[in-house]
């Protein structure tokens, strides 16, 4: 009884849905059994195509589609492998462009007319008044007497009054006490002091750089210091100041300089 009754349960199913499993399952099988007939008959691909995606049947050509070969990469140089200057040839070397050096601008022409060169005649430039007093050319005795003691820069000559032998660097007139004494020459007083050995003493410079020591001057001379004096005018009086020569008799005693250097008066002076 129950086995009739699985066989008509089996019937009944087939009959029903189990119709459509096997329909489906048929269509499955026919679709794998062509699917397998139809790719086991074509040939490998060769490397580099590609099958057409599309299986285009009217271009036999497109069944096949090259693939673009890749490039391999290109190997860096390695430092080693790189080029130097001193691997390059000489003319290689040598024939990079330098700039050019720079040229100075050439200088713009002087627009400015040119001076004229024509000589014109001009009046020879005045000359102007010297304020130099003019070299003394004349002098004049400071009194008259007769010449006690000479001048004398080489040999020495015996001092009554100190004892000994010295030079002697001027010129001693005999003169009376109040003489007066007469500058040489023109000139400007220096000085005016007292000297230990020759007394009141009075200096004058005159032109040319000659100076002028008048000494055993009384106390108080009649000129001052930077007074302008004449030849022949009055600077003072003969005295008895001169310690250092007071055993001689009254005399002026008179020097003269030349830049500084003891000259003789009697080369300078008149004839008496």
């Given at each position: 009884m129950s086995n009739k009754k699985s066989k008509g349960g089996i019937i009944d199913f087939l009959a029903g849905k189990g119709f459509y499993i096997i329909l489906i399952l048929c269509i499955a099988a026919i679709g794998v059994s062509g699917y397998m007939l139809f790719f086991s008959d074509r040939e490998p691909e060769a490397p580099g195509y590609l099958s057409n995606p599309l299986n285009a049947e009217s271009d036999p050509a497109l069944d096949r589609v090259p693939m673009p070969a890749i490039p391999s990469a290109t190997p860096r140089p390695s430092l080693d492998s790189m080029l130097t200057l001193d691997d390059l040839p000489v003319a290689a070397v040598t024939s990079i462009p330098t700039a050019p050096p720079d040229t100075p601008a050439a200088p713009e022409p002087d627009s400015s007319p040119a001076p004229d060169s024509t000589p014109t005649s001009q009046a020879p430039p005045e000359p102007s008044p010297s304020s130099e007093p003019k070299p003394v050319s004349v002098f004049v005795w400071p009194v008259k007497g007769a010449m006690v003691n000479a001048f004398s820069s080489d040999d020495l000559v015996y001092n009554k009054?100190?004892?000994?032998?010295?030079?002697?660097?001027?010129?001693?007139?005999?003169?009376?006490?109040?003489?007066?004494?007469?500058?040489?020459?023109?000139?400007?007083?220096?000085?005016?002091?007292?000297?230990?050995?020759?007394?009141?003493?009075?200096?004058?410079?005159?032109?040319?750089?000659?100076?002028?020591?008048?000494?055993?001057?009384?106390?108080?001379?009649?000129?001052?210091?930077?007074?302008?004096?004449?030849?022949?005018?009055?600077?003072?009086?003969?005295?008895?100041?001169?310690?250092?020569?007071?055993?001689?008799?009254?005399?002026?005693?008179?020097?003269?300089?030349?830049?500084?250097?003891?000259?003789?008066?009697?080369?300078?002076?008149?004839?008496?």
């Open positions: 009054t100190m004892g000994d032998w010295r030079v002697h660097l001027g010129l001693d007139i005999e003169s009376a006490l109040g003489t007066q004494v007469l500058a040489i020459a023109d000139g400007v007083v220096k000085d005016i002091y007292d000297h230990v050995f020759l007394g009141t003493t009075v200096v004058i410079d005159h032109a040319g750089g000659y100076t002028s020591y008048y000494s055993n001057l009384m106390k108080k001379p009649t000129v001052t210091v930077s007074q302008q004096v004449t030849a022949g005018q009055v600077i003072g009086g003969v005295g008895q100041t001169a310690e250092g020569e007071r055993r001689e008799v009254n005399h002026l005693h008179l020097e003269l300089q030349l830049n500084g250097k003891p000259i003789d008066p009697l080369d300078y002076l008149p004839e008496p």
